[in-house]
């Protein structure tokens, strides 16, 4: 089955500061998944690639998926408190188009 | 927007109780899924269903059995809860498809 792994693990930033999340996968990433989740509460949708080389911007954050479809990357400019939490990426596995494999997840710190 | 609600947020039950976990969608999706998330693990997913009646083991079934008699509605069970399975509980549903999964707020259970 597919595995990805995401680093790093945790991040402490100053708020303004950039930062990036990656996640890699053992296998050709058929849909690729990112979320966002407040400790305590469910996963928030973020975005959502599929096609090799194709970037996505949702305010101040950027997902990147890499042209052999193996590794994605999210980007946060000008970090926020508000940005703080959890954040995993998701793939979907194979062809299946069902089920989903999910990262560890990276805690992120925004301090102000 | 796609509403998942989940029966409760905060769970306390003692070991050997049966466990009924809720969870219910507005969407019409035919998919729904149950995860169970622990630090240092991620998510894992318990059982998923692909529609009415229809249920497939997760990675962790071992414990749990779910059961779906409406779309809109997909149930989890512990059958003799173990402080093992104090744990948060996330349900999730989706079109199939390279679609997102809508995840619920959580269920955060303590066996003891």
């Known amino acids: 089955s597919q595995e990805l792994e995401q680093s790093p693990q945790s991040l402490i930033v100053q708020e303004g500061k950039n930062l990036t999340i990656n996640c890699t996968s053992s296998k050709t990433l058929y849909g690729l998944y990112w979320y966002k989740q407040k400790y305590g509460e469910g996963l928030i949708f973020l975005m959502m690639l599929q096609k090799g080389g194709e970037e996505k911007s949702h305010e101040k954050i950027t997902a990147k998926l890499d042209e052999k479809k193996q590794q994605s990357s999210l980007h946060i400019t000008a970090s926020q408190p508000s940005h703080a939490g959890i954040y995993l990426c998701g793939a979907d596995e194979e062809t299946s188009g069902s089920r989903l494999t999910f990262g560890e997840g990276t805690q992120l710190t925004v301090n102000p | 927007d796609v509403k998942v609600t989940q029966s409760s947020r905060y769970l306390v039950k003692r070991t050997g109780e049966k466990v009924f976990l809720e969870c219910v969608q507005d969407m019409d999706h035919e998919n729904m899924f149950w995860y169970r998330q622990d630090p240092g693990l991620g998510l894992r997913l318990i059982y998923f269903s692909y529609d009415v009646k229809m249920k497939e083991k997760g990675d962790i079934p071992e414990g749990y059995s779910v059961s779906r008699e409406k779309k809109e509605r997909f149930s989890l069970i512990l059958e003799s809860a173990s402080t093992n399975q104090t744990s948060m509980y996330l349900c999730?549903?989706?079109?199939?498809?390279?679609?997102?999964?809508?995840f619920g707020p959580g269920t955060r259970l303590l066996v003891l």
């Open positions: 999730a549903s989706r079109v199939p498809g390279w679609k997102t999964q809508y």
